[in-house]
């Protein structure tokens, strides 16, 4: 059944259509952003535990010896 609405019902109508739909694409657009910061610090802490591995298998190594210079005459 289709039902005959006054034109300031339809105005109403299509003005609360629109709203309806900014405020999902607002709620979509935070979602994603919510995404990208969640993927951005799994990244980061991902890369600081393996620089933190990788200094201290550097501190665990014996430290080069420096060549030694021979002076030209």
């Known amino acids: 059944m289709t039902e005959t609405y006054s034109k300031s019902r339809q105005q109403a109508e299509k ?19 919510d995404s990208i910061t969640k993927a ?4 980061t802490a991902r890369l600081r535990e393996a620089r933190l591995q990788r200094d201290l298998q550097d501190s ?3 430290a080069a010896t420096p060549s030694k ?5």
């Open 60 to 62: 665990l190594k014996p």
């Open 15 to 33: 003005a609360f259509g629109a709203t309806q739909t900014q405020f999902f694409a607002n709620a979509h657009a935070v979602e994603e952003l």
């Open 69 to 73: 210079r021979v002076k030209k005459p």
């Open 40 to 43: 951005r610090d799994d990244k």
